[in-house]
């Protein structure tokens, strides 16, 4: 079992660069819904990435219901400063499990039907209010890292 993160059509392709690079040092599973605001030969993508792809597991999706439809099972979390709840209250510890973190696009966020929807598994990092949101790969490694923290660093040295 894993954890995964998946990028709702993300727009920044050094953002997604630099989350490719921390799931190839982690093992985390990286899981993309179209459309992305890029090619997958952009070189900022390549760049943040480094030569790192090779060590990446990574899924396209034509969309939301997709992702859906092909991750049944496991626990899906919602990434957003809408969230009611702040993340380190939520248990990631069971390395049996599969934790899937949904985060939302640059400009737009997560659809605010599918958070309305999902209340109870929406997710906050605190933050004051001199920003409008932290930077999107930085939420992708606070996750990733609190999960690992919760489950002893599995395989990581
Ligand atoms: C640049 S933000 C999107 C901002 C967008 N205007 C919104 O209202 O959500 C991109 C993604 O980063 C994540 N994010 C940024 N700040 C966050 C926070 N304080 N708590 C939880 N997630 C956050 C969310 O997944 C968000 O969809």
Redo the contacts with the bound molecule.
Sequence with gaps: MAIHVVLYQPEIPSNTGNIARTCAGTETRLHLIRPLGFSTDDKMLKRAGLDYWEHVNITYYDSLDEFFEKNEGGEFYY???F?KKTFTTFDFSNRDKDHYFI????????PKELIMEQQDHA???P?NDNI?????SN?AAILIYEALRQQDYPNLI
Excluded: A
Aim: a positive charge; aromatic letters at 4%.
């Design positions: 990434i957003t400063k969230g985060f939302g696009r640059e400009t737009t966020g997560l997710l906050r990092i933050m409008r949101s932290l930077n999107l939420t």
